[in-house]
């Protein structure tokens, strides 16, 4: 046997009790376990998800906030241009509303989730660093025994044993020595075990802090976004409150200059008269225009469809449809309301003629062509006699044949103190259902709505009977 031969026992005989007395005491003290490494990885690759998915429902909100803008900017666009009726921007405003508050909500439910996780990372970490400073003492201790017995027993194969190249490896040699106590062996083998998870503890921790930063730099500049989202409702919301204040006082300065009118003998005979006097100048002008500068192009007999030029429905006012017809404030034919002429043809107790359809909708609703045909006549009436408190009448004059004319009158652009406005221009060709105009409050009336009329042959005529589902009425 050669001298040194006996080195493994006599190192084992310095490492076995050093060794054991650590294991105990880090054992009375709460070892640390491969599966307490375990659950802490574990719970960090969690966390990680957890940040992931609140991300991603960061990244949704971001999206829905992006088309949000553009809600808010489409619902801004129409206060300011009045393409829209108040009725449907109010509903809008409040939609938008009702969507703000609720991503706001989100998002600070996101931050409060995310704040949640960090500390939880935090909690984490500060187990970690117990777990590391056990790890580092069964390191130091490892370390001090092996050079201990390095300086008792100079032996080649110590020598060899530490100029590996990592105390991983060293620690890796170690295990495989027979000479060494099994629970020594075990312990050796546990710190290159335990070092390893606490680097991939140490890694997604760094991985998780990471996320956690992005998720609260994408949150800050969202936040800030929503912010400016919100301040765009609350100018909204004070445009369209003032647009319908001023509406409402328009409306109400109207109708008490009608009232004092129907009020008064006097300027009630006036007002009738200039009425019948206006419809005559209308079955005048008609028929110049049609035979005179429009009759050649237009056919004898109108067979194209027709449509009402506003839809009334629950959700609001919309383009319309066939099958459908919107609400009717004031009918065609005899009357009970002494503001309009009276007519031999009707009965006692309703003497009066109204020419037309009063379709009552918001200012800024849009008008439709209730038939295929040429414009032959869009802007104000420069013959129309006004009242007090009135502004001139504003209407669209369509032509479908060379005896078949449609008059859209009181159009505005939904401001009803503001300038009408057109969507068409005289000589344009116009297809049922077409875009002309919007509801306004021009002319002598008391309120924003559409009044729709027909000549036929220079007459006028019920033009329910053309419309679906319309009815006229019996006298």
Not at 125 to 153: F, G, P, T
Request: glycine share 8%.
């Amino acid at each position: 046997m050669r001298p040194n031969s006996g080195w493994r026992e006599r190192l084992a005989a310095l490492l076995v009790a050093p060794l054991l007395v650590v294991g105990l005491g880090l054992a009375a003290a709460g070892p640390v376990r491969a599966d307490q490494l375990d659950d802490a990885l574990n719970q960090q690759k969690e966390l990680a998800a957890q940040l992931a998915a609140q991300q991603k429902a960061l990244d949704a909100l971001i999206a829905q906030q992006q088309s949000l803008s553009s809600q808010l900017a489409a619902t801004s666009a129409a206060l300011e241009k009045n393409t829209s009726s108040l009725a449907n921007i109010t509903a809008e405003v409040t939609r938008l509303g009702k969507v703000v508050d609720k991503a706001k909500a989100e998002l600070a439910k996101m931050q409060a989730a995310v704040n949640a996780l960090d500390r939880e990372i935090s909690r984490l970490v500060k187990e970690q660093e117990q777990k590391a400073q056990e790890l580092d003492a069964r390191r130091s201790i490892l370390s001090a025994r092996l050079r201990e017995a390095y300086i008792a027993d100079r032996t080649p194969p110590l020598w060899t044993l530490l100029s590996g190249q990592s105390f991983t490896d060293i620690l890796l040699d170690i295990a495989g020595f027979t000479a060494l106590g099994q629970r020594d062996v075990q312990l050796a083998d546990g710190i290159s075990r335990d070092a390893a998870r606490l680097a991939a503890i140490e890694d997604q921790v760094r991985a998780n802090r990471a996320e956690a930063d992005r998720f609260r730099k994408s949150a800050a500049k969202q936040k800030a976004a929503l912010d400016a989202q919100y301040g765009a409702l609350q100018a909204a919301r004070k445009r369209l409150a003032d647009t319908v204040a001023k509406q409402k006082a328009q409306i109400a300065a109207q109708k008490k200059a009608m009232d004092n009118v129907v009020n008064s003998k006097a300027q009630l005979a006036a007002a009738v008269a200039a009425l019948k006097a206006e419809e005559a100048q209308v079955k005048s002008i008609v028929d110049q225009l049609l035979k005179d500068k429009y009759g050649s192009g237009l056919p004898g007999l109108y067979e194209g469809g027709w449509t009402w030029p506003i839809l009334r429905t629950a959700g609001g006012f919309v383009k319309p449809a066939n099958g459908y017809r919107p609400y009717v404030s004031q009918k065609f034919g005899c009357v009970s309301w002494k503001i309009y002429p009276r007519n031999s043809s009707c009965p006692s107790s309703i003497p009066y003629y109204h020419n037309g359809l009063d379709i009552s909708a918001p200012p800024g609703t849009p008008i439709y062509a209730a038939a295929a045909g040429q414009v032959i006549v869009a802007g104000t009436c420069n013959y129309c006699k006004v009242w007090k408190g009135m502004r001139p009448l504003a209407w669209v004059w369509i032509a479908h044949s060379k005896s078949l004319v449609s008059i859209y009158a009181h159009i505005g652009d939904g401001k009803v103190a503001s300038q009408p406005k057109w969507r068409v221009s005289v000589g344009d060709y116009v297809a049922a259902g077409q875009l002309i105009a919007f509801v306004g409050s021009t002319g002598n009336v008391t309120g924003p709505h559409l009044h729709l009329s027909l000549l036929s042959n220079g007459k006028y005529s019920c033009i329910q009977k053309y419309l679906p589902g319309g009815v006229c009425p019996a006298h």
